[in-house]
């Protein structure tokens, strides 16, 4: 099945600071997702972005298919910012179509 | 409905019971997918529901775990005989197809005394 790594495990920011979170994946993919888990447990979707570029206020992502990897930028983080960032991907056949989670990026951001 | 909703929020249940917890996917949804987390673990596949097709049971981590859709909408997850380590979080998820974004309900946090 597809493997996906999430980087880097753990990351403290200031309130303010801009931050790059990382996801590579083993096989090519048709379903890619980026999601924040909140203190509370739900996990919210952030993008569904199996490639290209999209936007939406302080996040972007940028998924290189080709290249296997998915990038999430947070600028200008704030304290509600804080929590578990997941990257998981599938590949959207009958045999695929589950999606793969990485370990997350735990997130804490400082005021 | 607007969301998945799952039910109940939270369970706490004896060892060797039995337990149910359902799950009701966005209204239109054909794909219903359950995942487990476990404290300080990783999202699990366990099942996944796809219109009128046979499910991929193959995440199920053992035959005491079983599920049902009903309908095509609502879905139940049954754990027979309950043990310590079937405590986590169970969290539903429907997309509108196979392989499409996929969205979560808010989880029922098992626990097994």
């Known amino acids: 099945g597809i493997q996906v790594e999430q980087s880097p495990p753990d990351l403290i920011l200031q309130e303010g600071a801009n931050s790059t979170l990382r996801c590579n994946f083993s096989?090519?993919?048709?379903?890619l997702q980026w999601f924040h888990q909140n203190p509370w447990g739900q996990l919210i979707n952030l993008f569904y972005?199996?490639?290209g570029t999209k936007q939406n206020g302080r996040l972007s992502a940028t998924t290189v298919a080709t290249e296997r990897y998915s990038l999430l930028y947070i600028s200008s983080s704030q304290t509600t910012d804080s929590g578990v960032y997941f990257c998981?991907?599938?590949?959207?056949?009958?045999?695929?179509?589950?999606?793969?989670f990485g370990e997350g990026t735990q997130l804490t951001v400082n005021p | 409905g607007a969301g998945v909703s799952q039910s109940p929020s939270n369970k706490v249940t004896e060892k060797g019971k039995d337990v149910e917890l359902r799950c009701d996917p966005i209204s239109g949804h054909t794909a219903l997918y359950w995942y487990r987390q476990s404290l300080g673990q990783g999202l699990e596949f366990l099942i996944y529901f796809q219109g009128n097709s046979a499910p991929d049971k193959s995440g199920l981590p053992s035959d005491r775990f079983s599920a049902e859709r009903t309908g095509g909408s609502v879905s139940t997850l049954t754990i027979q005989r309950t043990q310590q380590e079937d405590s986590a979080v169970y969290l539903c998820?429907?997309?509108?197809?196979?392989?499409?974004?996929?969205?979560f309900g808010q989880g029922t946090r098992l626990t097994v005394v």
């Open positions: 998981a991907s599938g590949r959207g056949e009958t045999s695929g179509s589950r999606l793969t």
């Open positions: 096989d090519s993919v048709n379903n």
């Open positions: 998820a429907s997309s509108l197809d196979l392989g499409v974004e996929a969205f």
């Open positions: 972005i199996p490639s």
